[in-house]
Every structure is written in structure tokens, then in C-alpha cells.
């Protein structure tokens, strides 16, 4: 077989199996992240579009098919960083660390199941 048909089909193959599953992401989404932390210690993280940094406690709105927010001690420590993601009010996802320059992470997607 001559070597571009050889590296090709495996590409096609992979491709037409990434439509199968769990079916195509859904509408856009609006969550409310809550970042909890001592006064003192700061963070930054990513919600949505905005990059966002603080020292204590704050909450973002953030609206996106696949929420995913990522967020990461700046001031290192064994303190806790804790992530809530509500969704109409009511909690989807909830992470914390206490790791001495600890990140955290919460996430959630809405999926339509077009699947075969």
C-alpha cells in the first residue's frame, strides 16, 4: 500500500468514531462558580472568557456548553481552595485542595444524545 493511503485510513477510522458515543454538546449552559479561601490567601483562575484573580472569596457567573474552570493558588500554603459550581441553585460539581500550591477544578456539560 503506498504510505500516504497507509496513514490515511487510520485518520478516517479515528475520525468517524469521534461522532460516535455520547452524543454532541448542548446548548450553552450558565453556571455560578463560588471560589472559597481565607481572606488573606489569593487565586487565579479561568471562568469562561475572563481570567480571574482575587485573595478570599468570590463568585463568577459563567456561561459556556462545557463549563470547566480551572483555579490555582497564588499564595502557596496548607490552606484550603474550594470550588462550588451551582447550576439553577443547585450544586453540580464541588472541589477543593489543600496542596501547598494547589489547584482545583470544576466542570460540567449538558450533552444532547444524537448518538446512532
Not at 92 to 112: I, L, M, P, Y
Amino acid at each position: 500500500m503506498p504510505r500516504p493511503i497507509r496513514y490515511l485510513l487510520p485518520i478516517i477510522a479515528v475520525l468517524a468514531l469521534a461522532g460516535c458515543g455520547a452524543g454532541k454538546p448542548g446548548p450553552p449552559q450558565t453556571g455560578m462558580v463560588t471560589v472559597t479561601a481565607p481572606p488573606g490567601d489569593c487565586w487565579i483562575g479561568e471562568f469562561g472568557k475572563i481570567v480571574g484573580r482575587g485573595c478570599g472569596s468570590k463568585t463568577y457567573r459563567v456561561t459556556m456548553e462545557l463549563i470547566d474552570v480551572p483555579v490555582q493558588k497564588k499564595t502557596p500554603g496548607n490552606w484550603t481552595l474550594e470550588l462550588t459550581l451551582r447550576e439553577a441553585g443547585k450544586i453540580v460539581d464541588q472541589n477543593h485542595t489543600t496542596a501547598f500550591d494547589g489547584f482545583a477544578e470544576v466542570s460540567a456539560q449538558t450533552v444532547s444524545d444524537t448518538g446512532f
